[in-house]
């Protein structure tokens, strides 16, 4: 089933179901990761945490850092891979060699050859460039606490969300601004030692064997720690490798591994720059961030592959859920309904409208789900356990007088 009748395909749904198979189909793709986790992001932190935002001091900050990261996060990285590291590390390579810089750097590792030596440290290269990324998301932290300081003159998380309305301390003030402009001095640092590297990769690489191994550990670290636990290399291949993923038109796209830097990396900055605030922010940063850092990594697949098992056991969605588990992808559907349809005598259109209404449910609920569960429990949760630490700290400190 070809790509223009799976389109055709796709125009005959009802009107209710062909927006939600469209937008489940961008999940299927390479390229949609950004859309999905842009929109999942914008629904599980930045309107759970404006509408229980305590202050307009915290309303302004949660505005502007979760604005600011996922812009950052999910539509830079195209722009930033794609159309800037790409251009300037690829410039001395021949044509072909240029289209193997979209393979993934794993496949390309494994399957061996003499382009190799002078695909992957170019490759490696445009991944250490795409680290402004995650180390630009360990400065906004910082940013936020100088813009809060500036606007609203406060450094205190208490008068931040309210807890208290005290007189500012003068040398907290300065202790947070100070910090502030040493980290984001600090992530410039690291920036300007990954662009070296990537400038020694990119043109040096091909002619060094330590600089050979280091491209190979950058875009396949999965190989080199664990080369034999298949399972292991693929888990760290999947989750901690900085390379791009790509498109199928050659494109190169934000990967779950860069995904996970951006979380531990910005994760960093997130807890140094709410410790500098106080403990409050800090307790409140350390019951949030572990679950929030979970889902932006994973999206709602682990509830997924439950939801799987249980339609599974239920006897539901028997023409998508394999015996593993596996579901085929969406631009899959069309050649599968034209089997049933053979199979079973029937309409193709019927057949494809089933199994988009099965994919729709496998994929859509949990996501729905995830964003139900993640987004406003979690702020509402969040709110709710700083204010009750606070009030039960305060009655300690109390009863001791």
Do not use: W
Request: charged share 25%; hydrophobic share 40%.
């Amino acid at each position: 089933m070809t790509k223009i009748n799976n389109e055709n395909l796709i125009n005959t749904l009802p009107k209710g179901l062909k927006p939600a198979a469209k937008f489940v189909r961008i999940q299927d793709q390479a390229s949609g990761l950004s859309t999905t986790r842009f929109v999942q992001d914008v629904s599980t932190c930045l309107i759970p945490k404006a509408v229980f935002s305590r202050s307009l001091a915290d309303l302004t900050e949660n505005t502007f850092l979760e604005t600011s990261e996922e812009t950052l996060i999910y539509l830079v990285p195209a722009v930033l891979g794609e159309k800037v590291s790409r251009k300037i590390f690829s410039k001395g390579l021949d044509e072909n060699l240029k289209k193997e810089v979209a393979a993934k750097g794993v496949t390309l590792v494994e399957k061996g050859g003499k382009n190799n030596k002078q695909v992957l440290p170019v490759k490696a290269a445009i991944a250490l460039a795409a680290m402004a990324i995650p180390l630009t998301e360990f400065s906004l932290n910082y940013i936020k606490n100088l813009m809060t300081l500036k606007l609203f003159k406060k450094s205190d998380f208490k008068n931040i969300a309210s807890l208290e309305n005290n007189q500012e301390d003068i040398k907290q003030q300065e202790k947070v601004k100070n910090s502030a402009k040493k980290h984001i001095g600090l992530a410039a640092g690291l920036y300007a030692g990954c662009l070296g590297l990537a400038g020694l990769l990119a043109t040096r690489g091909k002619n060094s064997t330590i600089l050979q191994k280091i491209s190979e550990f950058i875009v396949a670290p999965g190989n080199k720690l664990f080369k034999n636990s298949k399972k292991a290399k693929d888990f760290v291949n999947k989750y901690f490798c900085m390379d791009f993923e790509s498109t199928k038109k050659g494109k190169l796209c934000l990967s779950k591994g860069q995904l996970t830097t951006c979380v531990l990396v910005g994760g960093a900055g997130y807890f140094g720059a709410s410790a500098d605030r106080g403990k409050e922010n800090l307790k409140e940063t350390a019951t949030r961030f572990p679950l929030v850092a979970l889902y932006v990594i994973t999206g709602s697949d682990l509830v997924e592959q439950g939801f799987r098992k249980l339609l599974n056991k239920m006897g539901k969605c028997k023409d998508l859920i394999g015996k593993n588990l596996e579901v085929p992808n969406f631009d899959e559907l069309g050649k599968l309904a034209e089997n049933l349809a053979e199979k079973k005598g029937s309409n193709i259109k019927d057949e494809y409208k089933s199994l988009v209404k099965q994919k729709v449910l496998i994929k859509g609920l949990p996501y729905i789900f995830s964003i139900g569960v993640m987004g406003f429990f979690v702020a509402g949760m969040t709110v709710h356990f700083t204010k009750k630490r606070y009030e039960n700290e305060q009655k300690k400190k109390n009863h001791n007088m």
